[in-house]
């Protein structure tokens, strides 16, 4: 089973100034909401998970829910032999995690994984379900935090756009 999960850095705090209702895209995206994120298999225990504290929490809960829908662009669904390939990259470095679907099936490996070290392996639906998920506990847990935020209309776009499955 698929466990995607966060935590907010103390080192790198959004700026006091910030009004959440209005920040744009960009900020959204890049600026705010800095930690770490990870991606586990709860059955081998398992994970992928980042130890910056820099990364941006939101832009990668988006960027995942956006490649599960590019791995998804196949009109045979999980008859599609592929491989489709996609990745999320962090542009504050050079390092990117990796996804490769065959049939129903999606291969996690990162740049910072061990080398040798199998990819983790998750059923698509499983993948899109948990990753849309995660995007909205994020949400709903930063909303709680930052006033104004929910009503920011990129975070109803985001919400919109990758509704729960």
Not at 33 to 60: H, I, K
């Amino acid at each position: 089973m698929l466990d995607i999960g966060y935590s907010l850095s103390r080192r790198f705090p959004d700026p006091p100034q910030t009004d959440y209702r209005t920040a744009d895209v960009r900020a959204l995206r890049h600026d705010l909401f800095s930690g770490d994120v990870y991606l586990a298999d709860t059955e081998t225990d398992r994970e992928l998970s980042t130890s910056w504290g820099w990364l941006p929490v939101l832009d990668f809960a988006w960027a995942l829910c956006d490649t599960a829908e590019l791995l998804d662009a196949d009109s045979r669904g999980s008859r599609a032999p592929g491989p489709q390939h996609a990745e999320v990259d962090f542009t504050e470095s050079a390092e990117r995690m990796r996804f490769e679907r065959r049939f129903g099936w999606v291969d996690i490996t990162a740049d910072w994984s061990a080398r040798g070290e199998p990819p983790l392996t998750f059923g698509h639906a499983e993948l899109r379900r948990e990753a849309r998920d995660f995007l909205h506990d994020l949400l709903a847990d930063l909303t709680d935090m930052h006033e104004g935020l929910a009503d920011n209309p990129a975070v109803w776009t985001l919400r919109a756009r990758f509704p729960r499955v």
